[in-house]
């Protein structure tokens, strides 16, 4: 909860003032009756504070009057005397209050004055209206002290050496001695380790960490940690994840597949900031880039990445709603401003008017949002940049009246330009000419490159169906000759039904079976169980445990590459996915393919799955939806050959499908996923090389599962042959558009502009002649194929073929003189309204320059906020408090900083190190400040006493660990953490990934459930998490999977690094693992007394490990220590 | 030297209010967020004294309702075929407004109300052919409420229920849903429910049991409830199944209770002990607390849970017997078991699936025919259950949709979204029964007589429960007068 008082208080806010101060004083309150002495200061002031300085003080004075002294109200204004002590009646400042004409009535916003606070008011003037002598008036706005420019002040000299080092200490140690505060001792050594590691990394300090550092007792041992802590990679991560607070980063939301707020792909964005902080580009630099690398290097795809910030803002449904956004965040992240507070009128406390707030909004007026092409995919729906860029020059921006954007004032366009006050300089605006590839997109050489790369792909593809054509042709005949001498044979010696069958069996390669279980009895030499119940029972093999979690048994044996397996089973129950199916490649390093039936009432489905650096991806065209039920028997039938996948159910064929990551060595599992079920019978057999499987990518793909007639093959080689000639002829057409799009724009124009163009419509039309060649033969197949009942149909569509062809290539004699340009980037909708053409129409040729003005007066070292929020937002988060408490808001209305000469000390030393971050972290956390301990223990009553809250840091303040920091951490001690960097985000339902928090989808709209328990970010605004704490925090800790498998794991970490410790020498090192602090004697004596019960009911409970057991619920325990989510 | 921006500045004592809150007041569920309180610190401007501080839990004034029962339509119900029957719908079927004597009411001035949020939206829209009466309607109890013969349990209720017909809103899309339960529209921005404001304005009553409850599907409004007032004051979402009723409410690994209690208490000892170290840290304090609450919550939400408890004549009151209102049946009976044991706010959305079940664009008539099964004998089993228990009196039953439906016809047979006119009843709670206050026009167009807005709930709700919303607001986040609404007076007793 902030400050942003931007608005004028509400009456009833007012009496809250008023009964708080009574509360305080503890005494009085307003008169009761008119002869007791009304107090100005107390009782009157604030009430004209409030309601009335907005326009009659010093930002404003309406009618040439001001309230903000008491002689200035008697002094009056245009209408004469306010007020005339003594004469309340005669006073027109108490006629316009009471007036009941809401035109009259002042305050004209807003409710009337209380009754209450009318009577004191009265009172006031009957006794004469009396302020205090010498009472100054409101400052000039302009004099505020944000509004300044910092200056470094000399630092403090200061009689404590250990206090005098860093300059920190010497404007925190200035301000203990004026106050009289007396610091805390110093915090144990493993503390700041902890306390610097989980503020630098997110992480806290391994035992080796805490081994090596409590050791090193050289001089510069904690540098020395700070050093490779701000070296290492999870630097970027732990600051990335707050900035992304701060810049309100989100995954794209909307209903269902519709993106109605931010954007697809918006994790480069966030990849964009970790490298960032990472290379410690300086801050400047950094908002510059988010504001502006559009139009600053319009050509540089890393940089282009910090368009993220624009897209982000990214709402479909109105533009002003948009638009408001990025202003209001814009002002509060980067200059501590509340700008949005004048959207519908003047600000009411700082120099921001009605039209400042539209002059800002011009700076982002032109903008729109798109998705750049990567290198290696042209699918913006699949990975593409999104970022802003100008795309409607011409957009005027008008004032909304009242903030009502049904309402503008189309009288005057409103120009770009920052409010006077913060502006002594007119801004320069110069439109940017942007080079081709930045507007053309399709021509950066990448683009080009993954076009022809992906035609290439194309032939090769093309290639290898043709010659599996072939293959199948040859087959084909092999069969059908095999047949017709089985036929000849069995018609001399056998009746006709038996020769049906023995053609069938001639035809029918043996394969090497190489497991048949009907799971009638154990088979401990084939199957190892992992994780569930799993137990033979009644002839079969059931699998009793439900709950989101993996169960497998595994095959013991290493599984043929290619292989075919068949199980069947009963699908019994489970909560929700009832997912039960084959898994293969099942490595340590979580490497995994499954194919499997879900009985999910969501959508049950057939679906293949596989997992990518730790990321489980569901491809959709992998799926398919069928109904599964309950206590029904199903058969899975996995083919795999090579990266190719065929499963069917029940014997018909329901995924074909190609892997697309590399094959691995690995185990090969039947597996459930929250799912019950009987196991019924398995079959495992090395894949026959005749049995053909269908290919995703093929043109055949649809092909039925059976032998073909050796027409059908021969019709599919020639559809490959025509498919092959298609693919052949895109490069060479990629090329032409290339050169003919590329010409179309140089300048001066080349002489062999219209030869270019020739040839690039030449070959797309040779192309698509080609391509109209392809789909008749494809439709000479299908009609070929065809059931009776379908071939009046098909021979319709093959006509049209026929025709289509005719016409494609006609085309080629009278070409036109258009042809489809390289496509780079595809532009987002611009509102429900947009259609498909004029999103596709090209992007301008230059941009208005304005938001590069923007970000240079932004980042203009002469601007007194930038670096001052920055600063404020940096220490807030390594000192659990901020200098300035509002940080948002640096305005009249915000808070004053608790030191405010360190503050400017500090964003004059950022700036004048050239922005750099790790620069100010490293002063920070090197400080004697940031080494005292968070307890009170030793501290002086009278320190305590005077200043209870450590405003002035005279101890750390002890800070609960963001939602992320807890994730990681319990993943980080358990050894389970995988440090894997940036990518697209992971679902937020992956409760299996383990990779950093960070990386998890995080959106309006989809959160992390886990994470959300410890007050994860919102993404709409988040300036400071919270701090909550909320039984839901306890349940998490002590009953999610997450917390109770990670205590597992440290506690066999533990036991693993040796086996025979006691449980005193146990307790010690989970102790010490955890919570990164000794325990003393009667801690100790406490987690003895817990393991002697914890191992008892272990026994008692029959657990299969008692002494694990036991050891893991303490670990347990003490993850759920308030000092292990603390940061002391 | 002085302070160099203001000589002034001297500490707030509001370290001391805050300490002593935390020990005094306790938590309840998901209550205290001491969080907040802690950021709350930053709003102290250095140089002013102590301005504001956060809720203390006690009532503004004297309550009449203890607990409030939420029911809410997710969809949209049509107000003239459920509590404001309109027979002139019937008599002008299938002739345009126009042509009938009620033209006026779309007089453009009428229909300014209407804020368009969305663009091109292809419901929303006015229709202009009346479409008849689906459903016959007659009066019910003492009181002769009319009601559609779709309700004849809850209508067996009249002479408890205060029916409101004159309510409207101005956002014609489902993003009403959560304009009805935040005041502003979903695309205005996020604020926090009307739950959330009561959890955040009053303590716990119970210590074992979360005080803020949701049951049913979510459509169109947001999960969450707090917003700024933080994460703790969101809704605890339960599930009507004793085996799984909340999220982590059970043991991962399958620890048993005895188990537990080892870890839980060894946890509780090593915290109390720390505390010897850290004197005065009220995180630690107040985590010690939400861990034996959290311990106690494990079983007391399965138990409020357990439905079998109850007689085969509770069953049966509430429809449990019945496969079509089984359902609902049991969120209305545990609602009660909740209400029994102080829980504070209980909301219950009905009607899953695209914008809510009750979205009738089409098919009005079977439409409304299966939702009002499922959930009419629920509803009336509620409030005779609360009534012969002596809960009635101090439990507000609301039912409300985010808007009503036109009196005009969607295609063939549908109606379309409604805000100028609609209705919510209440009942219990300090609110009269057997009345009617405020109307529409007669074909059920406009609210024409004692119109209220959304929020005018909100305020009459808060004002049973002795909050005053004008004290709860937070410094920083300035609420609109109509954010506040205003209590409608005329139908409390």
């Not at chain 1, 005397?81 to 009646?89: E, L, M, N, S, W």
């Not at chain 1, 000759?481 to 089985?486: E, F, G, P, S």
């Amino acid at each position: 909860m902030f400050l942003r008082l931007t608005d004028s208080q509400t009456p009833s806010a007012l009496r809250h003032v008023l009964l708080a101060i009574v509360l305080i004083v503890g005494c009085g309150g307003l008169p009761s009756r008119a002869q007791e002495v009304v107090d100005y200061q107390r009782q009157i002031k604030p009430i004209f504070a409030a309601r009335c300085y907005a326009c009659h003080g010093a930002l404003k004075q309406n009618a040439k009057l001001r309230l903000d002294t008491a002689a200035l109200a008697i002094q009056g204004g245009k209408h004469g005397q306010a007020i005339k002590p003594g004469d309340p009646v005669g006073s027109a400042l108490l006629t316009r209050i009471i007036a009941t004409d809401e035109l009259d009535r002042m305050p004209p916003e807003g409710e009337p004055l209380k009754p209450a606070e009318i009577a004191a008011i009265r009172a006031w003037i009957s006794q004469g209206a009396k302020g205090p002598a010498g009472e100054k008036p409101e400052r000039d706005p302009q004099d505020h002290w944000a509004f300044k420019a910092p200056v470094r002040s000399a630092i403090p000299k200061v009689a404590s050496a250990a206090w005098s080092k860093n300059p920190i200490d010497a404007f925190i140690a200035a301000e203990h001695a004026q106050r009289k505060l007396t610091p805390v001792p110093q915090t144990d050594r493993r503390l700041w380790l902890r306390r610097v590691s989980i503020d630098l990394i997110g992480l806290p300090p391994t035992r080796e960490e805490m081994d090596t550092f409590v050791a090193d007792q050289s001089d510069d041992a904690y540098d020395k940690v700070v050093s490779r802590l701000l070296g290492s990679p999870q630097y970027g991560e732990r600051w990335g994840r707050h900035w992304m607070d701060i810049w309100r980063y989100s995954d794209w939301w909307g209903l269902g597949a519709e993106v109605r707020n931010s954007q697809k792909h918006i994790w480069h964005w966030r990849d964009w900031i970790v490298e960032s902080l990472n290379a410690d580009k300086p801050y400047d630099q950094m908002l510059r880039e988010m504001l502006a690398a559009d139009e600053l290097y319009p050509n540089d795809m890393d940089r282009l990445r910090a368009g993220g910030f624009l897209a982000r803002q990214y709402f479909k449904f109105n533009r002003t709603t948009w638009l408001d956004g990025a202003v209001e965040h814009t002002a509060k992240a980067m200059l501590g401003l509340t700008f949005n507070c004048a959207k519908c009128h003047d600000h009411k406390y700082d120099p921001i008017s009605h039209v400042d707030y539209y002059q800002l909004r011009a700076f982002f007026e032109p903008y729109q949002v798109r998705t750049d092409v990567v290198d290696g995919e042209l699918d913006p729906e699949k990975n593409g940049i999104p970022r802003g860029f100008d795309s409607n020059l011409k957009a005027e921006t008008y004032l909304h009246l009242r903030g009502d954007d049904r309402n503008p004032d189309k009288s005057r366009a409103i120009a770009a330009a920052m409010p006077s006050f913060l502006s002594r300089e007119t801004m320069q605006i110069v439109p940017v000419d942007l080079p081709v590839e930045a507007h053309q997109p399709g021509l950066r050489s990448f683009v080009i490159d993954t076009h022809l790369k992906l035609a290439e792909q194309r032939v090769t593809q093309a290639e290898q169906a043709l010659a599996q054509a072939k293959k199948t042709l040859i087959e084909a005949e092999r069969v059908a000759i095999l047949a017709a001498q089985a036929k000849a044979k069995a018609e001399l010696e056998m009746p006709k039904q038996a020769a049906a069958q023995a053609t069938v069996d001639a035809v029918k390669k043996e394969a090497k079976t190489l497991l048949r279980d009907d799971f009638s009895v154990a088979k401990p030499d084939v199957w190892e169980m992992r994780g569930g119940n799993w137990a033979y029972a009644k002839g079969k093999l059931s699998q009793s445990q439900s709950g989101a979690t993996r169960t497998a048994i595994r095959y013991k044996h290493a599984p043929p590459t290619d292989f075919e397996a068949k199980l069947k089973y009963i699908p019994t129950g489970g909560d929700m996915w009832k997912s039960i199916g084959i898994a293969f490649d099942v490595t340590e390093q979580g490497h995994m393919v499954t194919a499997y039936l879900s009985a999910y009432a969501g959508g049950p489905k057939s679906q293949i799955t596989y997992k990518n650096n730790g990321a489980d991806v569901y491809p959709p065209e992998a799926a398919q939806g069928r109904k599964v039920d309950l206590n029904k028997s199903y058969e899975i039938t996995l083919r795999v050959r090579g990266t190719l996948m065929n499963v069917l159910i029940d014997g018909e064929q329901s995924l074909a499908y190609r892997l697309p990551i590399e094959r691995k060595n690995g185990h090969l599992e039947i597996s459930t996923f929250d799912a019950m079920a009987q196991l019924v019978a398995f079959e495992l057999s090395e894949l026959a090389e005749d049995v053909v499987l269908s290919d995703a990518a093929s043109p055949t793909a649809k092909a039925k599962d059976g032998p073909l007639s050796v027409e059908e093959a021969k019709l599919m080689v020639a559809l490959a042959q025509k498919a092959l000639a298609v693919a052949t002829l895109q490069s060479p057409s990629i090329k032409a558009r290339a050169a003919a799009q590329r010409a179309q724009y140089q300048q001066p124009v080349p002489e062999n502009l219209n030869a270019l163009v020739a040839e690039a419509v030449r070959s797309e039309r040779i192309a698509a002649a080609a391509q109209a060649e392809e789909n008749a033969a494809r439709a000479e197949l299908e009609l070929a194929k065809a059931v009776p009942a379908k071939r009046a149909d098909a021979q319709k569509k093959f006509d049209a073929s026929k025709v289509a062809l005719e016409k494609s290539q006609q085309a080629i004699a009278a070409p036109g003189g258009t042809f489809t340009p390289l496509v780079g980037s595809l532009k987002m909708f611009e509102s429900n309204l947009e259609s498909e053409a004029s999103r596709r129409a090209p992007f301008p040729t230059t941009s208005t320059g304005r938001r590069t003005a923007l970000a240079a007066w932004i980042t203009d070292v002469k601007n007194p906020l930038t670096a001052r929020v920055a600063v404020n937002h940096i220490w807030s988060r390594h000192m659990g408090q901020p200098l300035v408490a509002t940080v948002f808001d640096f305005g009249r209305k915000g808070a004053l900083p608790t030191h405010p000469q360190l503050l400017d000390w500090l964003a004059v030393e950022l700036i004048e190190q050239g922005w750099s971050m790790k620069h100010l972290h490293r002063l920070i956390v090197t400080s004697q400040t940031y080494r005292l301990s968070s307890s009170n223990l030793d501290a002086a009553p009278a320190t305590r006493q005077a200043d209870p809250d450590n405003h002035y840091y005279w101890r750390a303040n002890p800070v609960r660990m963001e939602a992320q920091v807890v994730r990681d951490s319990l993943l980080l001690l358990a050894g389970e953490l995988d440090l894997t960097q940036g990518g697209p985000s992971i679902p937020a339902s992956s409760e299996t990934s383990r990779r950093r928090s960070i990386y998890f989808v995080h959106s309006h709209n989809e959160h992390q459930k886990f994470l959300s328990m410890f007050d994860d970010a919102n993404v709409l605004d988040c300036y400071r998490r919270t701090q909550s704490i909320v039984p839901q925090q306890a349940l998490a800790l002590a009953n999610s999977a997450l917390a109770t498998s990670m205590a597992q794991k440290i506690a066999q970490r533990l036991t693993a690094a040796n086996a025979a410790l006691s449980d005193s020498d146990f307790s010690r090192a989970a102790f010490v693992t955890v919570l990164c602090a000794e325990p003393n004697d009667t801690e100790m004596h406490a987690m003895i007394q817990a393991m002697a019960k914890l191992s008892e009911s272990a026994r008692l409970n029959k657990r299969p490990d008692p002494l694990l057991h036991a050891r893991t619920s303490l670990v347990h325990a003490l993850l759920n220590h308030n000092d292990f989510i603390t940061i002391r | 030297m002085p302070h160099p921006i203001n000589p002034n500045y001297q500490s707030s004592p509001r370290g001391i209010h805050r300490r002593q809150f935390l020990s005094d007041v306790g938590m309840g569920f998901g209550g205290l967020a001491l969080g907040a309180m802690l950021a709350q610190d930053g709003i102290v401007r250095a140089d002013a004294p102590l301005l504001w501080q956060p809720p203390d839990g006690l009532p503004h004034f004297a309550p009449k309702a203890k607990s409030v029962i939420w029911l809410f339509m997710n969809g949209g119900v049509s107000q003239a075929e459920s509590f404001d029957p309109k027979p002139e719908l019937t008599k002008y079927a299938g002739k345009s407004i126009s042509d009938t004597p009620h033209k006026d009411v779309q007089n453009p001035d009428k229909l300014k109300l209407a804020r368009v949020t969305v663009i091109n939206d292809a419901n929303g829209q006015q229709r202009n052919k009346l479409y008849p009466l689906q459903v016959g309607f007659r009066k019910y109890g003492q009181s002769g409420i009319e009601m559609s013969d779709w309700v004849p349990h809850i209508g067996s209720c009249a002479d408890d229920m205060a029916v409101i017909r004159s309510m409207y809103t101005t956002d014609d899309n489902h993003g009403a849903q959560t304009q009805f339960h935040s005041g502003r529209h979903m695309l205005d921005g996020e604020y926090p429910t009307l739950g959330a404001w009561v959890h955040y304005g009053l303590g716990s009553i119970n210590d074992n049991l979360p005080q803020f409850i949701s049951m049913g599907n979510r459509e169109y409004w947001n999960a969450k409830d707090g917003h700024y007032l933080g994460p703790a004051h969101d809704a605890i979402p339960i599930r009507v199944d004793p085996k799984n009723p909340l999220d982590y409410g059970k043991s991962a690994s399958g620890l048993t209770e005895d188990e537990q209690r080892i870890g839980f208490d060894l946890v509780g000892k090593l915290n109390s002990l720390k505390a010897t170290e850290y004197p005065g840290d009220p995180a630690l304090t107040a985590r010690i607390k939400a861990y034996e609450l959290a311990f106690r919550m494990q079983t007391s939400v399965p138990q409020t849970l357990n439905l079998s408890a109850e007689s085969k004549g509770t069953h049966e009151m509430y429809g449990l017997d019945d496969p079509a209102t089984r359902d609902f049946g049991m969120q209305m009976l545990a609602a009660r078991r909740f209400v029994e044991r102080g829980v504070r706010f209980i909301q219950v959305q009905h009607g899953a699936g695209g914008a809510g079940a009750w979205d009738a664009h089409g098919g009005l008539k079977e439409n409304h025919t299966k939702n009002f099964k499922a959930v009419d004998k629920p509803i009336a089993g509620l409030l005779k259950d609360l009534k012969q228990r002596g809960l009635l009196d101090s439990t507000l039953v609301i039912f409300a949709s985010e808007f009503g439906r036109t009196p005009g016809t969607q295609g063939s047979d549908g109606r379309d979204h409604h805000i100028y006119g609609f209705s919510v009843w209440m009942a219990g709670g300090g609110v009269q029964g057997g009345i009617v206050h405020g109307a529409t026009d007669e074909i059920g167009f406009h609210a024409v007589e004692n119109r209220h807005y959304v929020t005018d709930i909100h305020a009459t709700i808060l004002h049973q429960l002795g909050l005053d919303s004008r004290r709860l607001e937070v410094p920083g986040r300035k609420r609109l007068d109509i954010d506040h609404g205003k209590a409608i007076a005329e139908i409390l007793t």
